[in-house]
């Protein structure tokens, strides 16, 4: 009787410690992956960038698209694994019913605001790490940083209450979503956490520093990069507002205004990846940067 009692504990005991070591495995796999090029080499491992994009079916979608594809690119030649997060990962997430319940009435079933708010659920229901904006690409991000989350994996934003660069465990993530919907700013993600930055400050860690440049600040000069300021960033976030501006404020050869911007494309959005690929082509030209092979 002791023996088959002591058989039995012992393969409990062996399965927990199985499935503690896949849940372990899993855990870690979603902040970075093991890359190896042979059998007999040492794993490498690769940090994981993921945004959130859904198209909603627009023919304005294009160049959202073209900016995608832009973000896919860079961030594989900064030495990232992509991971695309759709509205079927935001589904995965137990609390997708109760906050599509609260957005849908207020921003439309696909409304833009209401899929800003998916996206946090889609971090947390697929593991957590690092997330960006579809629009923020890498400068200078050094990937020994990108392995391990910054501040033991509390919740962290490098662009204040501007979710454009974000990182965190898959706990703080489900937190965070749990505090956007308890602080009932319903606008958008962006006032709702700048709401709870506010008011749950404990709960995020404000990276203060110069890890995000904004627009097309890098320009001195119509073309002509400031290569210190790239050099002392991780990424550059370039939103539609910051298109907008650059255009209204009469920056054309910063943007390909000429060509492009008429009435039917007043802000030069429809060719916003046009213009970013340009921005970034000119700081690795002017400013000494290669552009790495892709390892994919």
């Not at 909603?56 to 690119?73: A, F, S, T, Y």
């Not at 109760?98 to 957005?103: E, L, Y």
């Not at 991000?141 to 392995?147: C, Y």
Request: overall charge neutral; charged content about 25%; proline content about 5%.
């Amino acid at each position: 009787m002791r023996a088959t009692i002591r058989r039995t504990t012992t393969k409990i005991a062996t399965a927990i410690l199985s499935v503690a070591a896949i849940f372990a495995f899993s855990h870690n796999k979603t902040y970075h992956r093991y890359l190896t090029e042979s059998s007999t080499e040492d794993p490498v491992l690769v940090p994981v960038m993921h945004t959130f994009f859904h198209s909603l079916e627009k023919p304005q979608d294009k160049r959202e698209d073209e900016v995608l594809e832009l973000w896919k690119k860079e961030w594989t030649n900064a030495g990232f694994d992509t991971k695309v997060l759709t509205m079927e990962d935001a589904k995965r997430h137990p609390d997708f019913e109760m906050v599509k319940n609260i957005m849908e009435p207020i921003h439309g079933e696909r409304g833009y605001n209401a899929l800003c708010f998916y996206r946090w659920l889609a971090m947390a229901a697929s593991g957590g790490g690092w997330m960006s904006d579809h629009d923020t690409y890498p400068t200078n991000f050094p990937l020994d940083e990108a392995i391990d989350l910054p501040n033991n994996g509390k919740f962290t934003t490098f662009q204040g209450h501007i979710p454009s660069l974000m990182s965190g465990t898959a706990q703080q993530w489900d937190k965070m979503t749990k505090l956007l919907m308890k602080v009932k700013v319903t606008k958008s993600d962006m006032f709702a956490f700048e709401a709870v930055i506010k008011r749950y400050n404990y709960s995020v860690v404000v990276d203060s520093g110069s890890s995000v440049l904004y627009g097309f600040e890098p320009y001195d000069s119509p073309w002509k990069v400031n290569c210190e300021k790239m050099a002392n960033s991780r990424v550059i976030h370039l939103s539609h507002f910051s298109t907008k501006l650059a255009v209204k404020d009469g920056l054309y050869p910063l943007y390909p205004l000429e060509n492009y911007v008429n009435k039917e494309n007043p802000f030069g959005f429809d060719t916003r990846a046009m213009a970013y690929n340009a921005l970034l082509g000119n700081w690795r030209n002017q400013c000494g940067r290669s552009l790495p092979v892709s390892k994919s």
